[in-house]
């Protein structure tokens, strides 16, 4: 199964929960291989995979990046420049690493490809490859299939895919949606959660566009077209829900708005969710607060972070263990629905 996180605003602490779900997900599937594709530029998750701030995950990041080849989501799309439409003679473990080799707090069963700043350099190429007309040849279909061509040789060693998306609708995050199956949305309690929700679902199945003119180049058209799926919305996480909640809170109101959207669009798209009703793909998430600080900034998964007064760059914080124990339950909710 291939997963991508992600919505089209930012802020919405995408990679933190990410990070721990895949953390988590690996812990409780043992059994399985997990490959993590960061296609971020701000290459965040693959910092903290790679050991986070105290970890020298940043480092380790950089020695990636100084491989020959390139041992990243740019490295790979670098040699597909040269070869847009046809894929090259490649070895895709040769843009692979296994972060518990360097951060012995991530399972032994996850793989990364890292993310990868080049993505923003090469956009614009991208881009302008993918609107090239070719007689006989979809150039657009061929440039978003970059991913599947990556993990085509890959098939049968991998069960189960993570994507960590940017916050963009650019070419990159679309090659990321064109290959995932299943949507991951997270949100905040707040009214632009609730519009980029809305941004987020015209984004990818043509919802509400301003004008007809607009359907003919849409996400949705281009791929269906081709005779592909569309990735289905699987959950929607509903992320540091307690930051904003009181017994009086205006965003308890907003969190009622997401809902009824969704259910709404449920009734007349069903076959863009893979739930019957909100309550089946909707998590909520506690905000991590300190305990979220300190797991990411030693690259931890908050099973293995360890409460009690901790130095964290010369700062003195206390992760309460009480507080992790209630944050694990919701991040165990949430891997329970993946």
Not at 50 to 57: C, E, H, K, N, Y
Not at 158 to 165: A, G, Q, R, S, V
Request: charged share 15%; net charge neutral.
């Amino acid at each position: 199964m291939r997963y991508a996180f992600w919505n089209n605003k930012g802020g919405t602490g995408k990679t933190s929960l990410c990070f721990q779900s895949i953390c988590r997900y690996a812990e409780t599937h043992q059994n399985e291989r997990i490959l993590v594709i960061d296609a971020c530029p701000q290459a965040n998750l693959s910092e903290l995979l790679l050991g986070g701030l105290t970890g020298g995950g940043s480092q380790q990041l950089l020695l990636m990046h100084g491989a020959v080849p390139r041992r990243s989501i740019g490295g790979y799309f670098q040699i597909r420049l040269p070869s847009p439409y046809n894929a090259p003679t490649f070895r895709a473990q040769d843009f692979i690493t296994t972060p518990s080799s360097v951060n012995a707090a991530v399972p032994t069963n996850v793989d990364l490809v890292c993310g990868d700043p080049l993505l923003e350099l090469q956009s614009n190429a991208i881009n302008t490859l993918s609107n090239t007309q070719i007689p006989g040849t979809d150039t657009w279909i061929a440039v978003v299939d970059w991913l599947n061509d990556f993990l085509a040789p890959l098939q049968g060693i991998y069960e189960t895919i993570f994507i960590d998306c940017n916050p963009s609708f650019s070419i990159y995050t679309q090659i990321a949606l064109a290959t995932a199956e299943r949507l991951v949305l997270p949100v905040m309690a707040d009214d632009s959660s609730r519009r980029a929700v809305q941004n987020a679902l015209s984004l990818v199945y043509g919802l509400s566009l301003p004008s007809p003119i607009y359907a003919t180049y849409a996400f949705n058209t281009k791929l269906i077209s081709a005779g592909r799926q569309l990735p289905q919305v699987h959950l929607i996480a509903k992320n540091r829900i307690t930051q904003y909640m009181g017994p009086a809170s205006a965003y308890a109101a907003v969190l009622q708005g997401i809902d009824h959207d969704i259910n709404a669009l449920i009734g007349t798209h069903p076959q863009y969710f893979t739930f019957s009703n909100v309550q089946q793909g909707t998590a909520n998430i506690r905000d991590f607060q300190t305990t979220g600080v300190v797991a990411f900034a030693k690259g931890l998964p908050f099973s293995l972070l360890r409460a009690g007064k901790q130095t964290i760059n010369n700062h003195r914080v206390q992760v309460k263990e009480e507080y992790r124990q209630q944050v694990m339950v919701s991040v165990n909710a949430m891997v329970a629905k993946l």
